[in-house]
Antibody, heavy 120, light 105 residues
Framework: QVQLQESGPGLVKPSQTLSLTCTVSGGSISSGSYYWSWIRQPAGKGLEWIGRIYTSGSTNYNPSLKSRVTISVDTSKNQFSLKLSSVTAADTAVYYCARGEYSSSCLDYWGQGTLVTVSS | EIVLTQSPGTLSLSPGERATLSCRASQSVSSSYLAWYQQKPGQAPRLLIY???SRATGIPDRFSGSGSGTDFTLTISRLEPEDFAVYYCQQWGSTFGGGTKVEIK
């Protein structure tokens, strides 16, 4: 059974960089059948797709966040990561990592989510 | 960029009733890449439907998806107490709709 677990600081100061890691267990992150995504959800609001990375290393980002987002993968640790720069209070949200199934582009496994608060 | 609009925003129904949720895209979406998710309070979203009409593993057959082009529908044939939640559509593993909350009437 594939499991994903987000980790990282729960509090980030304005203007700094938010950094999160997603650890994948129960399967290899290098499998060519999947890609790896980040999604966020502000309290009481809907889901916002942040971006994804393929096993080739290529990435797609939400145009509204593209200038501030970097997603990378570390196959040796079976992890992928999110960096979001120049954060403001508007970036406060629960951040989810998820596995995307290549042929259907659906997100079939999700982490439990981690709350990141941007505040001084 | 494709925008997904879900309607209604809130659906108030009783257990046993039929729920019909709509997802409309601003331009044509490949049916292969349209998915639906269920989210309950404090939980991560769960995949219900992929490829517009295929149920994910373990999803009861009271959930069904249909549609093509720009109009897609999620139907719950008879609402069970555990089905009251928020539902999101998504295209190409990226853009999400704004969600439909199914609440108990």
């Amino acid at each position: 059974q594939v499991q994903l677990q987000e980790s990282g600081p729960g509090l980030v100061k304005p203007s700094q960089t938010l950094s999160l890691t997603c650890t994948v267990s129960g399967g290899s992150i290098s499998s060519g059948s999947y890609y790896w995504s980040w999604i966020r959800q502000p309290a009481g609001k809907g889901l916002e797709w942040i971006g994804r990375i393929y096993t080739s290393g290529s990435t797609n980002y939400n145009p509204s966040l593209k200038s501030r987002v970097t997603i990378s993968v570390d196959t040796s640790k079976n992890q992928f990561s999110l960096k979001l720069s120049s954060v403001t209070a508007a970036d406060t949200a629960v951040y989810y990592c998820a596995r995307g199934e290549y042929s259907s582009s659906c997100l079939d496994y999700w982490g439990q989510g981690t709350l990141v608060t941007v505040s001084s | 960029e494709i925008v997904l609009t879900q309607s209604p925003g809130t659906l108030s129904l009783s257990p046993g009733e039929r729920a019909t949720l709509s997802c409309r895209a601003s331009q044509s979406v490949s049916s292969s890449y349209l998915a639906w998710y269920q989210q309950k309070p404090g939980q991560a979203p769960r995949l219900l439907i992929y490829g517009a009409s295929s149920r994910a593993t373990g999803i009861p057959d009271r959930f069904s998806g249909s549609g093509s082009g720009t109009d897609f529908t999620l139907t719950i044939s008879r609402l069970e107490p555990e089905d009251f939640a928020v539902y999101y559509c998504q295209q190409w593993g990226s853009t999400f709709g704004g969600g439909t909350k199914v609440e108990i009437k």
